[in-house]
């Protein structure tokens, strides 16, 4: 008997080993499934994440590059007004300029104009409709519209008038004729240079000399007088730089406002893409923060099942209701 209770004992022990061996198997495979099936959530999960952050990506991008774009838009405007200011000579090197001098002005109006005023705001040579031809006209904005400037100044009984070969009588005589030859050129330019319709109501006298200029204002205010009333101004290189740098500045207020439409629109459109530009970012965050979450809940499944197998391992499963595990007992009765 004794030798029987051994058999029966190895027997059983011998099942108990391979049921725990089997339990074991089983529960190591299914731990490898739910590892890989954890796996591949995970890859699931991380593939759509990275496909929402690659479209939130690419649609910041495409939002990027069309600020850009406005942007450029911008700067371009911004260029086409800096290109109205152009580089201005120094005033003391441009009256400096004897042979511009000698020239009765032409040429050193000319270099006063191309040195302040943009190329499209004035002409030299400029042939009106009556045929008469003036040295330099100013394209100004309405209503003044073109302002003729003539640099053809008689310069000869000034020469007579101040020269130190004249005597007293020969002086006075210059000085009467240098007064009708500035009241004639006063009413030849009134004549031929303002048009009704035309160009603007008044014209500009170029005297080329500071020194005829001071001596007109000084000695001859009823030749001055005269001129105003012909609505013809009388100026010196001085004078004639603020006239220009005004013009100037009434052409750079007119091409700003005209640009400040474009950077108006530039604007509005940038601000419309910057509202796109935060709705999607604003959709970003929320796949970002959902992505997020959907991880918390995994990393709670796994710590859930890392602790199942835990408890599996330190043999502290709760026994099912109705399973017996006696195995012995069960091998005895079967063995009766």
């Excluded at 101040?162 to 240098?178: I, K, L, M, Y």
């Excluded at 835990?310 to 499963?317: N, P, T």
């Amino acid at each position: 008997m004794a030798e029987i209770a051994v058999g029966v004992a190895l027997v059983a022990v011998a099942i108990a080993i391979w049921l725990v061996l089997r339990v074991q198997s089983t529960l190591d495979a299914k731990h490898r499934q739910m590892l890989l099936d954890l796996h591949a959530g995970l890859e699931t999960v991380s593939g759509k994440v990275e496909r929402r952050l690659d479209e939130g990506f690419k649609s910041s991008n495409e939002t990027f590059v069309s600020v850009m774009q406005r942007l450029a838009v911008i700067d371009s405007a911004q260029k086409q007004i800096e290109k109205l200011t152009g580089s201005v000579v120094s005033l003391q090197e441009l009256l400096g300029d004897k042979k511009s001098r000698g020239a009765f002005g032409e040429v050193q109006l000319e270099a006063l104009v191309r040195n302040v005023l943009p190329p499209a705001a004035f002409e030299m040579q400029y042939t009106l409709p009556n045929g008469a031809r003036v040295d330099c006209v100013l394209r100004l904005p309405e209503p003044t519209g073109l302002v003729c400037v003539d640099s053809k100044f008689p310069l000869d009984n000034y020469r007579r008038m101040v020269g130190p070969e004249s005597n007293d009588v020969e002086r006075a005589a210059a000085q009467r004729q240098f007064r009708a030859d500035v009241r004639k050129h006063v009413d030849d330019i009134a004549a031929k240079y303002i048009i009704p319709d035309v160009t603007s109501d008044g014209a500009v006298m170029f005297i080329p000399a500071e020194a005829v200029f001071a001596e007109i204002h000084a000695y001859h205010g009823e030749v001055v007088d005269y001129a105003n009333a012909k609505r013809v101004w009388i100026v010196s290189p001085t004078t004639l730089m603020a006239v220009l740098n005004t013009a100037r500045a009434v052409l750079k207020d007119v091409e700003t406002r005209k640009q400040i439409h474009v950077i108006k629109e530039a604007l509005s459109r940038l601000a419309l893409e910057f509202g796109r530009f935060d709705e999607r970012m604003k959709d970003v965050a929320r796949h970002i923060k959902q992505a997020a979450d959907d991880v918390d809940k995994i990393q709670i499944t796994g710590s859930k099942i890392t602790q199942q197998f835990q408890r599996i391992e330190a043999a502290e499963l709760e026994e099912k209701p109705g399973t017996d595990h006696h195995f012995p007992k069960q091998v005895g009765e079967s063995k009766n």
